[in-house]
């Protein structure tokens, strides 16, 4: 059997909604972006919502539009996606590793007061792992008595009511493997609405219609711009949304009922209140786990190789042993929509052989 990571979910109606696009001649800077930007804030209760090409080019206009003249501290947990660290470092900023926690993955609290104790912080990344949501109630405390900008990376998460008013922006990824998918897409949501018409610019080139004859070009833009095809797909997986959400949670619930009897294996708390984006356990012998998956035709990932261990960022020679815990034991299963009970008992079965050995 072969199993994959991960399989965009897709309606039956999905063909015709694209045919209807790409007849319409309109693929790009039509009516479908702004349609489906109406339709996530109202969806996920934002207070607004500007769709872009990733969440990479959302974030690079986040930073661009909050820091547009000096160097800031920007602290970033080790445990994430290259992009997370990418944007703030390629626009000039200093990038600040923060440590994980060893069971979620996600910022560390207790890490993060050491290095708001000892540095000038401007802002702070907190990272969604899977879905769930990190200490946000305890980054509202601190935000408090220290004064740095919130922008979350919430590519891995999205559910109704999501967006806190007390953090300053966070941005989405719609890139085929989470839980909204698109051929490539992303966003983000502003707690300040009056800088809103300002990123917006910033999305296209930073150019401003005048006229149905003219334009002018107010700012220094970027060419990141989400299409209308992106769109329509996007427009189709929230219509699904909630068939999308039962299917995730029984796949959550039916691995947990059958991994608890296998002793090597934790998996973590799954919280009703959210989406899982991934099914990520803690296993003994990861590695060899992993190896053993994929010699049998079961894709898995991690979610992440820490970044200062990768060789871009490794001459720091900095150690975070939360991270490296998390990276040596952490293990995400394939999860998605259309994921086969008899998928995953077949997965759970290879588990159980495993350790049987
Ligand atoms: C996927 C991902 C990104 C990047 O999303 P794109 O839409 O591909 O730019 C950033 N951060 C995290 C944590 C991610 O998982």
């Known amino acids: 059997m072969k199993i994959p990571l991960f399989r965009p979910y897709s309606s039956s ?60 501290n920007i602290v970033v947990p080790v445990n994430t996606f290259a992009a997370t660290a990418e944007v703030p470092r390629r626009l000039g900023h200093k990038v600040i590793f923060c440590d994980v926690d060893v069971k979620t993955g996600m910022i560390d609290i207790a890490s993060l007061k050491l290095i708001l104790n000892s540095h000038k912080v401007d802002c702070v990344i907190p990272v969604s792992i899977g879905g ?99 769109a329509v797909i996007l427009k189709d997986q929230i219509y699904a949304l909630d068939e999308k959400i039962k299917r995730r949670q029984s796949r959550v619930v039916r691995y947990q009922n059958l991994l608890k009897d296998i002793p090597q294996i934790s998996c973590l708390y799954h919280s009703e209140n959210i989406i899982s984006s991934l ?45 490296e815990s998390y990276y040596s034991t952490s293990l995400s299963l394939p999860f998605y929509e259309t994921l086969e009970d008899n998928e995953i008992s077949y997965i759970v079965e290879l588990i159980a052989k495993f350790y049987s050995n």
């Open 13 to 72: 109606s999905l063909p015709m909604e694209i045919k209807r696009v790409i007849e319409s001649g309109h693929w790009t800077g039509g009516r479908e972006v702004s349609e489906v930007e109406n339709i996530l804030a109202e969806t996920f209760n934002f207070p607004n919502f500007t769709c872009t090409s990733s969440a990479t080019s959302a974030f690079e206009i986040l930073i661009d539009t909050f820091y547009p003249d000096s160097k800031v």
């Open 279 to 323: 099914f990520v356990i803690h296993a003994e012998n990861r590695k060899e786990l992993q190896i053993h998956l994929a010699d049998n035709g079961v894709q898995t990932s991690i979610h992440f190789k820490p970044l200062h261990l990768h060789s871009y960022w490794k001459k720091d020679e900095l150690v975070f042993s939360g991270a």
């Open 132 to 230: 769930h949501l990190y200490d946000r109630e305890k980054l509202k405390e601190l935000k408090q008595s220290y004064g740095f900008d919130i922008i979350e990376d919430l590519a891995q998460l999205i559910y109704k009511d999501c967006f806190d008013h007390f953090v300053d922006a966070a941005f989405f990824s719609f890139y085929p493997n989470k839980i909204l998918s698109s051929p490539d897409g992303g966003g983000f949501v502003l707690s300040d609405e009056s800088k809103l018409e300002d990123l917006r610019k910033v999305r296209l080139h930073g150019i401003k219609r005048i006229s149905p004859i003219e334009y002018d070009i107010e700012c220094l833009g970027r060419k990141a711009n989400m299409t209308d095809l992106s």
